[in-house]
């Protein structure tokens, strides 16, 4: 057995890391068979695929999914199963050794590297004589899109961590001021994407086993996203699923349904438009996610959630009425245009109905 | 036009002219009976405000059956209406569909028309089918109609995952690209619906007042197929 080998055994717990293997296998869709194979596979990774890791805009909470993963542990992830060469984060080095750190890792592993982005791009210019393209996020002098050019460029994969890098998240809500967008559309690149706000580490790791296994990354569905976890509904998987057939709803937050646990699909859970695993493998060491905790899902893992997903707490997206700026929902209009033309209707009759009779009276000609 | 049909004498007055098949009556009346079931069930699954879940799911399942009427609704409706257009367009009957679609000489006659129920001034064009405002009318349905089918289909692929072929795999996606996302779709489906709804008030309220003012029997003509005509307008047909 290898002196590195020894070392990584001696500092792993077995049982924990036999644990990752097992649910890596679940997410993937494998068999339990395929149990030790994974085990095997991180093992003989000839090396630790170098990762590095960026961040936009953002607000490091995918750093922090990431590092709160219990099985494994941060550290069993940080040194035992990626070697991540550049994380701002919790990296030790700063400044110019970190600066040098990144420079070392890209080049030397140019091609062979995992990218990690987390946040957004801005790609608009800010106003004034001194702006240019991305000056709304500037690292050490340089704009994240120029680092991202860079990085991104000559690594292996990029792989977007929650839906700020997936798609723009929130600072590309209307009327998205920084003209922020996700990496991929950004640089024009393909990614795979890790929605999730956060994203489950569950998910980035398989994606990365994946690449380790096979050699290659996981099948994507038309978003970018790893289809293992983001093929089904959430509103098929949900486990109040038997309250939305049976007509049982939440009509009010802490009320006697909501204490229940009855469907939250009237007070704007957004299960039956959002596709992602967090009802099966779930947050938080795999103990709860929003639609368990009694909060209706906003579609996270979707492009563009904040604009096409609220009102959070409303079925529809609110719709903005022409005249006069006024927010109203689908039924609001519409209710008004059926109005509309029964108005005009009995309108019309009642004009019809009163020219006839004094047609009449006047002994007009028949109509 | 040839008059492919027979005319009977009524009186002096009036002639009885046929103006539909059964079929195509037969199809009006799927079509009516299939648009309210979808209304009723569709606005209780965008916003179930009765309750009647208050036993256990087990015994309960009204969500899940309202769903299951609106579903197979839904595809008796695009039958009919795919039996109807196909009638339109046949050889073998009277192929109306130049009536409905908006020629630069049907929106003249419907300009007139228009005009005419307006203002009461002008003069009232009678026609025997379809007149070229009630053919727009019945276009911008038929558009309703399309947008209504094209997104319900988008929305029921979303769970169909029985279905693991054919369209169920690239519809919701197009849609989805189309109009910014499922609630993009979900919205459509809902404003459409309210469209054709107003349309519908439009439209009973016309056929009642035409049959009212020109006691021609314009709404009776839906269910018996015949409609009376009075001889001194029918000469120009």
């Known amino acids: 057995m290898s002196e590195e080998k020894i070392r990584l055994l001696n500092q792993l717990d077995r049982r924990s890391f036999l644990t990752l293997c097992a649910q890596i296998s679940a997410a993937l869709g494998m068999s339990s068979a395929m149990v030790p194979k994974i085990a095997e596979a991180i093992e003989k990774a000839a090396r630790r695929p170098s990762v590095v890791w960026l961040h936009f805009q953002e607000c490091t909470g995918d750093s922090e999914a990431f590092i709160r993963s219990t099985s494994p542990s941060t550290a069993e992830l940080v040194l035992d199963i990626l070697s991540i060469d550049y994380h701002e984060t919790i990296m030790a080095a700063a400044g110019d050794q970190a600066e040098e750190n990144l420079k070392k890792a890209i080049t030397e592993n140019r091609g062979k590297y995992i990218a990690i982005c987390e946040g957004a791009l801005p790609t608009a210019t800010p106003p004034g004589p001194a702006g240019k393209k991305g000056d709304y996020l500037t690292i050490g002098g340089r704009t994240g899109l120029d680092i991202a050019k860079e990085v991104c460029g000559g690594a292996f994969a990029v792989i977007c961590v929650g839906n700020c890098s997936s798609y723009g998240g929130v600072q590309a809500q209307r009327p998205n001021p920084t003209g922020a967008m996700g990496v991929g559309e950004a640089l024009g690149i393909s990614t795979v994407n890790i929605p999730g706000c956060p994203h489950n580490p569950v998910n980035s790791i398989a994606t990365v086993v994946n690449y380790l296994l096979l050699g290659s990354l996981p099948a994507l569905d038309k978003h970018g996203r790893p289809k293992f976890a983001y093929e089904k509904r959430i509103h098929d998987q949900c486990t109040r699923r038997a309250h939305f057939d049976a007509g049982q709803f939440v009509q009010e937050w802490g009320s006697e349904e909501a204490k229940k646990g009855y469907c939250l699909y009237k007070m704007g859970c957004k299960g039956p438009q959002t596709y992602h695993n967090c009802n099966i493998v779930r947050y938080n060491d795999h103990t709860g996610w929003p639609i368990g905790a009694g909060h209706g899902c906003v579609g996270c893992s979707e492009p563009a959630f904040w604009d096409r997903m609220s009102p959070f707490y409303g079925r529809l997206e609110g719709v903005e009425v022409p005249f006069g700026g006024v927010e109203a929902t689908a039924d609001k209009i519409g209710m008004t245009l059926v109005g509309a033309a029964g108005v005009g209707a009995a309108v019309h009759a009642a004009y019809t109905m009163g020219k006839k009779r004094s047609d009449d009276d006047k002994g007009g000609e028949d109509k | ?237």
């Open chain 2, 1 to 237: 036009m040839g008059d492919d049909f027979e005319s009977v004498v009524v009186d002096d007055e009036y002639k009885l002219v046929r103006v539909r098949t059964p079929f195509v009556c037969l199809l009006h009346w799927v079509i009516v009976a299939s648009v309210i079931t979808l209304c009723v069930t569709g606005l209780y699954v965008g916003s179930p405000i009765l309750m009647f879940g208050t036993g256990e799911p087990y015994d309960a399942f009204v969500m899940a059956k309202t769903r299951f009427v609106h579903f197979v609704t839904a595809s008796v409706l695009l039958t009919a209406l795919l039996l109807r257009l196909y009638h339109s367009f046949s050889p073998s009957t009277r192929r109306d569909i130049y009536e409905i679609l908006p020629t630069p000489s049907n929106i003249s006659g419907a300009l007139h028309l228009m005009w005419f129920y307006l203002t009461g001034k002008g003069r009232h064009e009678h026609y025997r089918y379809l007149n070229p405002l009630g053919g727009i009318s019945v276009f911008l349905m038929i558009c309703l109609f399309a947008l209504e089918t094209t997104t319900g289909f988008a929305l029921y692929s979303q769970q169909a995952n029985h279905i693991s072929w054919g369209w169920a795999l690239w519809f919701p996606s197009l849609m989805g690209r189309i109009f910014g996302g499922m609630p993009g779709v979900r919205l459509l489906h809902h404003l459409g619906m309210y469209c054709l709804l107003s349309l519908v008030v439009v439209h009973v309220y016309m056929k009642v007042y035409v049959s009212i003012v020109f006691k021609e029997a314009d709404i009776v003509s839906i269910i018996s197929g015949h409609k009376l005509f009075r001889r001194d307008v029918i000469a120009q047909y």
